[in-house]
């Protein structure tokens, strides 16, 4: 059975891509030193968020995805952050490749409202690995990658505020259902607003002005 070992060397944004992307530097290694064909990997990265402490900034910020603090034993649970798949050339006894994976800044997806809480420090991720190896000294045999192969990898926090940033200085992103943003679309040409950002502005000093209204109701 041919042995893999598996070290991730980095991480680091694709300067290049046509949409944010990470690239994962990986350390392969066949133990016993036979040739390696081909290999078709498939790697599977969970944050792993009990892994590391957090500042109360960023407990406030993580309030909607794990609750109250007091309730973190039991919530701060392990989170998909990302699929991805690389086919690594031929090699004998080490190879060094980039793995790239995709992100996203969509707050709707767990992951990205993760990252996007966290002010410092690096992010616990778990690559885990299956596949197929293709190999064979004077021959040629297809054997899975065994299941339990894992790399720890620590993601500073800043490379991804790197990678967003380059794609969208300065600005989120929010996904919304067609009849809401409808909704907005009309609120906002009936006022002649000239921008999405001042009918968010509009509708939150309303909001704003509504609920200071009511504190005074309540005295």
């Known amino acids: 059975m041919t042995d893999l070992d598996f070290r991730c060397t980095g991480v680091r944004p694709e300067p290049f891509g046509a949409s944010p992307t990470l690239l994962f530097g990986l350390r392969i290694e066949e133990l016993d030193h036979q040739p390696v064909h081909a290999l078709a990997l498939r790697c599977q990265i969970r944050i792993e968020p009990a892994r590391r402490t957090y500042d109360p900034d960023e407990v406030d910020m993580l309030g909607?995805?794990?609750?109250e603090?007091?309730?973190?034993?039991?919530?701060?649970?392990?989170?998909?952050?990302?699929?991805?798949?690389?086919?690594?050339?031929?090699?004998?006894?080490t190879t060094h490749v980039d793995l790239p994976v995709p992100c996203t800044y969509d707050t709707e997806v767990a992951?990205?409202?993760?990252?996007?809480?966290?002010?410092?420090?690096?992010?616990?991720l778990l690559m885990l690995?299956?596949?197929?190896?293709?190999?064979?000294r004077g021959g040629f045999r297809a054997e899975p990658v065994p299941w339990h192969k894992e790399?720890?990898?620590?993601?500073?926090?800043?490379?991804w505020r790197e990678l967003i940033e380059s794609y969208f200085p300065g600005t989120g992103w929010l996904r919304l259902r067609k009849d809401c943003l409808e909704s907005l679309?009309?609120?906002?040409?009936?006022?002649?607003?000239?921008?999405?950002?001042?009918?968010?502005?509009?509708?939150?000093?309303?909001?704003?002005?509504?609920?200071?209204?009511?504190?005074?109701g309540v005295e």
């Open 129 to 136: 690995f299956s596949g197929t190896v293709f190999t064979g």
């Open 151 to 159: 790399a720890s990898c620590l993601m500073p926090v800043d490379v």
């Open 111 to 124: 992951s990205a409202s993760y990252f996007r809480a966290l002010a410092r420090g690096e992010i616990p």
């Open 69 to 93: 603090p007091s309730r973190w034993s039991s919530t701060l649970k392990p989170l998909q952050f990302a699929h991805a798949s690389l086919t690594v050339p031929a090699f004998t006894g």
């Open 185 to 216: 679309r009309r609120y906002r040409s009936e006022r002649a607003l000239p921008s999405w950002e001042q009918v968010f502005e509009e509708l939150l000093a309303s909001a704003g002005a509504k609920q200071a209204e009511e504190a005074k």
């Open 64 to 67: 909607d995805l794990f609750g």
